[in-house]
């Protein structure tokens, strides 16, 4: 088995990577690929049948853009990027070839969404010198694991510290401590606020529920999102949600759907029932 020298190995990778990912040409990939190639990948499917497969499943836009390349003998690193794969943003690669007489016989690889600038807790762009566009959405099912329920609590938890007598708790530090600094939380379809305006809200209700307590009753993940039923209960003390006080405490249901981005919430959509609320208190609107 003959080893290429670094200079070469690299040389060979590109150009196998130019003639898959960017000309399309599967007669002359075919020359670079092993038919025995060994796949790690936890994105692409086995073999060299499973990579071609997947490359003419995507559109003709596809691009690989090289950074760097690296090699000690026969094994060559990649850091590069993909394009114009229908996904909403660019892909960030890290790739391992092995080279057996010169042709690419194992892969491995690490692949995530490129950030944009508010998601670069560095402040400085993961490859080139520009971000990615931030009106783009993560793309669903890029991790190769979903979030576990302990991790789900763990990332929810200062929001719900926050609901729990906020007017007692430095809220907007435990928002910032559980959301991405362009979180938006949406009480509709449509209308939303931001994580400041949010912390604005919290403060709100605490100043008229100063015994307010919120509870996770029940938590979900699903890929990259978190469903939680919530309890909320309470004495309103002063004006709530247009109603006066009456003495008498709520005891209601939410449930709020959030989206996790690089470990920390990106969105949420959140329901809560709080006619209910309103009608338990039995208080008249002001």
Same mark, same amino acid.
């Given at each position: 088995?003959?080893?290429?020298? &670094?200079?070469?190995?690299?040389?060979?990778?590109?150009?196998?990577?130019?003639?898959? @990912?960017?000309?399309?040409?599967?007669?002359?990939? &075919?020359?670079?690929?092993?038919?025995?190639? $060994?796949?790690?990948?936890?994105?692409?499917?086995?073999?060299? *049948?499973?990579?071609?497969?997947?490359?003419?499943?995507?559109?003709?836009?596809?691009?690989?853009?090289?950074?760097?390349?690296?090699?000690?003998?026969?094994?060559?690193?990649?850091?590069?990027?993909?394009?114009?794969? %229908?996904? #909403?943003? #660019?892909?960030?690669?890290?790739?391992?070839?092995?080279?057996? *007489?010169?042709?690419?016989?194992?892969?491995? *690889?690490?692949?995530?969404?490129? +950030?944009?600038?508010?998601? /670069?807790?560095?402040?400085? #762009?993961? $490859?080139?010198?520009?971000?990615?566009? +931030?009106?783009? /959405?993560?793309?669903?099912?890029?991790?190769? &694991?979903?979030?576990?329920?302990?991790?789900?609590?763990? $990332?929810?938890? #200062?929001?719900?510290?926050?609901?729990?007598? +906020?007017?007692?708790?430095?809220?907007?530090?435990?928002?910032?401590?559980?959301?991405?600094?362009?979180?938006?939380?949406?009480?509709?379809?449509?209308?939303?606020? /931001?994580?400041?305006?949010?912390?604005?809200?919290?403060?709100?209700?605490?100043?008229?529920?100063?015994?307010?307590?919120?509870?996770?009753?029940? $938590?979900?993940?699903?890929?990259?999102?978190?469903?939680?039923?919530?309890?909320?209960?309470?004495?309103?003390?002063?004006?709530?949600?247009?109603?006066? +006080?009456?003495?008498?405490? @709520?005891?209601?249901? %939410?449930?709020?759907?959030?989206?996790?981005?690089?470990?920390?919430?990106?969105?949420?959509?959140?329901?809560?029932?709080?006619?209910?609320?309103?009608?338990?208190?039995?208080?008249?609107? &002001?």
């Amino acid at each position: 088995m003959a080893t290429m020298s &670094s200079e070469n190995a690299k040389a060979t990778v590109l150009k196998a990577f130019d003639a898959l @990912f960017n000309r399309r040409d599967y007669a002359k990939a &075919s020359e670079y690929w092993s038919e025995g190639y $060994i796949q790690h990948s936890a994105h692409i499917p086995p073999g060299r *049948d499973g990579l071609f497969g997947l490359v003419r499943s995507m559109p003709d836009t596809l691009r690989y853009e090289n950074h760097l390349v690296l090699a000690e003998g026969d094994d060559v690193m990649l850091h590069g990027r993909f394009t114009g794969h %229908a996904g #909403p943003r #660019p892909w960030l690669a890290a790739d391992r070839l092995r080279l057996e *007489d010169g042709l690419l016989v194992e892969h491995w *690889d690490v692949l995530a969404d490129e +950030p944009t600038k508010a998601e /670069s807790v560095s402040g400085l #762009p993961a $490859i080139g010198d520009a971000f990615a566009p +931030p009106e783009l /959405s993560p793309t669903a099912g890029m991790t190769a &694991s979903a979030l576990t329920v302990e991790q789900a609590r763990k $990332i929810t938890a #200062p929001l719900y510290d926050a609901l729990n007598r +906020p007017s007692e708790k430095d809220v907007s530090a435990l928002l910032a401590e559980a959301a991405l600094p362009d979180y938006r939380s949406h009480r509709t379809n449509d209308a939303w606020v /931001s994580r400041d305006q949010l912390a604005a809200v919290f403060k709100t209700i605490g100043a008229a529920v100063p015994d307010l307590r919120w509870t996770v009753e029940d $938590i979900k993940v699903l890929g990259d999102q978190i469903v939680v039923r919530g309890r909320a209960t309470g004495t309103p003390v002063g004006e709530f949600w247009g109603a006066k +006080p009456t003495g008498k405490g @709520f005891d209601t249901m %939410a449930i709020d759907i959030f989206t996790v981005r690089n470990g920390k919430l990106a969105n949420a959509y959140h329901v809560e029932n709080w006619i209910e609320a309103l009608q338990q208190i039995g208080s008249r609107t &002001s």
